[in-house]
């Protein structure tokens, strides 16, 4: 089992900057990347950044590239999404989730709410 508080949300101008953060704890050393979810209203969940644990390797979303960060601290166990010059469309509830590759262990989302 895999343990995921979110933290880090809130509400932003369009333009500004906002940076969440994950906590895992429990089973982490079988997680093999770590994702960012989102889901704005009356829309499906979309993936929207992730990061494989051994290499780095980093994926992005076509509408947050350039934009959006996401990060690793493993001593920490957290990874964060640096956001940046957010957009009215990137509100929503975000999630992270952790990959041990079977499945996807979920936090319990963050709302991002930004204001044009």
């Known amino acids: 089992q895999v343990q995921l508080v979110e933290s880090g949300g809130g509400l932003v101008q369009a333009g500004g900057s906002l940076r969440l953060s994950c906590a895992a704890s429990?089973?982490?050393?079988?997680?093999?990347?770590m994702r960012w979810y989102r889901q704005g209203p009356g829309k499906q969940r979309e993936s929207v950044a992730a990061i494989s644990i051994g290499g780095g390797n980093t994926h992005y979303a076509d509408s947050v590239k350039g934009r959006f960060t996401i990060s690793l601290d493993n001593a920490k166990r957290t990874v964060y999404l640096q956001m940046n010059n957010v957009k009215a469309t990137d509100s929503g509830v975000y999630y992270c989730a952790a990959d041990p590759g079977e499945r996807l262990y979920w936090g319990q989302g963050t709302q991002v709410n930004v204001s044009s």
């Open positions: 429990g089973s982490v050393n079988n997680i093999v990347a």
